[in-house]
């Protein structure tokens, strides 16, 4: 599988993981009950699926396409890697919103909110730039020597990180998820 094909499929599911962030948002804004331990599990698979092993895959892309003379921008990729960052942000602030509220702190819906709308804004701006510019120059420039070279490193960060089952899991969580907060 091509490195790009790798990260999009893994697009799919992280742009589902965001409508169902952006419902939840809503409903906190609306003054509609909201579910802690749905907020636990976002918060988990935004920390392993996506911080973790897909940008974790990302901050090998970048630099391989920089490497190969590709990505000569050299501004834009750290600003895609900034992104990166900020959505950490976001994440740490979404955690303590949830902690806070758990732990009977003085906690703000309003924040929470606030915080899951700003990690979706940012990461389907993020998305739609490397679906749209990104990759298919990569798709169009790297050599296949290259190519496999990189998938073979993303296998690598898989072996590292994620554990046995680690897909399944995540998948799993997501439909529940998308069970509970359908269309
Ligand atoms: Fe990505």
Do not use: W
Request: charged share 30%.
């Amino acid at each position: 599988m091509r490195p790009t094909e790798n990260l999009k499929s893994e697009h799919k599911d992280i742009n589902e993981l965001l409508k169902i962030m952006s419902k939840i948002a809503a409903s906190i804004k609306s003054n509609e009950v909201f579910y802690t331990n749905d907020v636990e599990d976002i918060i988990d698979f935004l920390k392993y699926f996506i911080d973790k092993s897909h940008h974790g895959k990302e901050e090998i892309f970048y630099p391989a396409l920089q490497q190969a003379g590709i990505q000569k921008d050299i501004e834009s990729l750290n600003e895609m890697l900034y992104e990166h960052t900020l959505a950490r942000t976001y994440l740490k602030d979404i955690y303590s919103c949830v902690e806070n509220c758990k732990n009977g702190f003085s906690f703000s819906g309003e924040m929470l909110a606030d915080s899951l709308n700003n990690y979706v804004f940012l990461i389907s701006n993020h998305i739609q730039k490397e679906e749209d510019i990104i990759f298919p120059m990569a798709e169009r420039e790297l050599s296949n020597e290259k190519q496999i070279e990189i998938t073979n490193k993303f296998e690598k960060i898989e072996e590292n990180i994620v554990q046995h089952g680690f897909h399944e899991h995540y998948h799993d969580l997501l439909k529940k998820l998308q069970t509970k907060y359908p269309d």
